[in-house]
């Protein structure tokens, strides 16, 4: 059974930075597709990034497009979010999300592509 567990949420002042973890296990993660969505207050959740395990292409949404980076270490199962610049509308709960397919830059943003999903972190801009 894969599980994912997300890690890294907390309190951060805008501007400022924060990584959040990802740590995958249950299966081996030598390709396929990992993503990080968000939750806003009071909105639906939506994409922010998304790669595939074996490299290749990144795909980061508009909203958050040069101030978000996801990375990966495949000898831990770990995937990482680097936001920097946060504002206040970036707080949420950021969720990690896995499949096994390699999806295109057409499909990765798609919530229902993922079969796995962590519990969520919750991230709090605000000074």
């Known amino acids: 059974q894969v599980q994912l567990v997300e890690s890294g949420g907390g309190l951060v002042q805008p501007g400022n930075s924060l990584r959040l973890s990802c740590v995958a296990s249950g299966r081996t993660f030598s390709s396929g597709t990992m993503a990080w969505f968000r939750q806003r207050p009071g909105k639906e959740r939506e994409y922010v990034a998304g790669?595939?395990?074996?490299?290749?292409?990144?795909y980061y949404a508009d909203s958050m497009k040069g101030r978000v980076s996801i990375s990966r270490d495949n000898s831990r199962n770990v995937v990482y979010l680097e936001m920097n610049s946060l504002k206040p509308e970036d707080t949420a709960v950021y969720y990690c999300?896995?499949?096994?397919?390699?999806?295109?830059?057409?499909?990765?943003?798609?919530?229902?592509?993922?079969?796995?999903w962590g519990q969520g972190t919750q991230v709090t801009v605000s000074s």
């Open positions: 999300a896995a499949t096994s397919r390699n999806l295109r830059a057409s499909t990765v943003s798609l919530m229902d592509e993922y079969e796995e």
């Open positions: 790669r595939r395990w074996s490299g290749g292409n990144f």
